[in-house]
């Protein structure tokens, strides 16, 4: 199955300030996925990434909160711009496995203060 | 609108007493159902993924089940280390997963 590598695995920030979390797979996927988890939640879809394309946002979700860069088949960033509190949460990018799930990375716990 | 309903939202076993966790689905056109356990401050971990009525799946002391209205994970003689929280997802159409919240077990030993 795919690996991947999330990166940083937590951080605390600052209102007002962005945050760029970053996944690499050791494979190439055509659609890379972006979750939220917030506190006692489940996991909320974001956005998928497609490489060459801009990224399709579900509801509640805009670009200009959670931009998606897609540079190619391996690797993929979310940034979470303009921080309040509420943006704290655990954010999960994931890929369809060559197999029968999905595989997610490890996840960025992120503290916004 | 596809939704997913897990129960109960905590469990907790003495080691080696059985039971079984719950996910109702509505959904339309399910291509499949997902279990994943995660455990603290790390990201899902694939367990079954189940496509039909009836099919069943088995790992270690875990096993699935799917109707066309639910599924269940059945956990036999548990150990403190199946301690986590417990996912239901299921997947239809383009969309990708669509998570419940959760059971969160706690196996004492």
């Known amino acids: 199955s795919a690996v991947i590598s999330q990166k940083p695995s937590r951080d605390i920030c600052q209102r007002g300030t962005s945050l760029t979390i970053q996944c690499q797979v050791d494979?190439?996927?055509?659609?890379m996925f972006w979750y939220r988890q917030q506190p006692g939640q489940s996991l909320t879809l974001i956005a998928t990434?497609?490489?060459?394309?801009?990224?399709?946002?579900e509801s509640g979700f805009v670009i200009d909160k959670f931009p998606i860069s897609r540079p190619n088949l391996t690797f993929s960033t979310l940034t979470v711009s303009n921080m309040s509190p509420e943006d704290s949460s655990i954010y999960l990018c994931?890929?369809?496995?060559?197999?029968?799930?999905?595989?997610f990375g490890s996840g960025t716990r992120l503290t916004v203060v | 609108e596809d939704q997913v309903t897990q129960s109960p939202e905590a469990l907790r076993l003495q080691e080696g007493e059985s039971s079984s966790l719950n996910c109702s689905y509505t959904?339309?056109?399910?291509?499949?159902l997902f279990w994943y356990r995660q455990d603290p401050g790390k990201g899902p971990e694939f367990l079954f993924t189940?496509?039909?009525a009836g099919e069943e799946k088995e790992k270690e002391r875990l096993k699935a089940t799917l109707t066309k209205k639910e599924s269940f994970l059945h956990i036999t003689a548990p150990k403190p280390e199946d301690s986590a929280t417990y996912l239901c997802a299921v997947n239809s159409g383009n969309t990708p997963l669509v998570f419940g919240k959760g059971t969160r077990l706690s196996v004492i030993a």
């Open positions: 994931s890929v369809r496995d060559s197999g029968e799930g999905y595989t």
């Open positions: 494979s190439q996927v055509t659609m």
């Open positions: 990434a497609n490489q060459g394309s801009e990224a399709t946002y």
């Open positions: 959904v339309s056109g399910l291509r499949g």
């Open positions: 189940l496509y039909s």
